[in-house]
């Protein structure tokens, strides 16, 4: 019984220290889930600052294709005015050399198109791939938003089971006594069949001894019958 009490002592202290546990779990728990509910927060701003990025990469893309052409049929516009012009000879070199300059800066528009839709493509794709890995990023706190909720609803599920069954301590007590007094009889059970082994044994043993009192009288049976059948030959 003292060993019984220790356990139930143990337990007690157990459950004390359990409970000051789960508190501070719950407390825990209840700072991370406010944490990745923020990086929730974060990341789907994110994605949509991405989105939109990529929507205005898209429109500077338009805007440079336009001026792209514009630069081409300017570019284009000039090397006519500079034919028109050789042909009127002295009186269109003026105009040739003006036709000459806006060619220049057609072409060196043309030039700077191709840069910058360059530099957009190296961004796009660049943009595609963060937006790839803060989607992947996303999945992950999304799932690890979902693990800290079910966590903090286990948390939450103890402890309210817990509140709701005080006397738990006591219960595993009347439960340990169950099972030292299942024990005591178990223990006189293992008595009681050695005793009845024993008791088999001895048995078994007058039983093979009456056995071999039985050969015994059976031999010498059998050896009166052979002599009396000899004696009546």
Known sequence: MLQIDQVSETLHSIEQLSQDQLKHAQEQIESIDEKMKDIVYRVQVALKLTDTF???SEKISRIVHTINEVAQQTNLLALNASIEAARAGEHGRGFAVVAEEIRK???QTTSATQEISH????IEADSQQVQMAIERSNDEVEKGAN???AVKNVLTSMSQ????NPDVTNQMRDI?????ATNEQNFKTVDNVNQSAEQ????IQDARNDSEQSS????????LVDKFQLSEK
Do not use: F
């Open 54 to 56: 990529a929507e205005h």
């Open 200 to 203: 088999m044994v001895h048995t």
């Open 119 to 122: 530099t957009l493509e190296e």
């Open 161 to 164: 089971t817990s509140a709701a």
């Open 105 to 107: 800066l057609a072409n």
């Open 216 to 223: 015994l009288v059976v031999s010498n049976l059998r050896r």
């Open 176 to 180: 340990i006594r169950n099972i030292a």
């Open 147 to 149: 693990i800290v909720e």
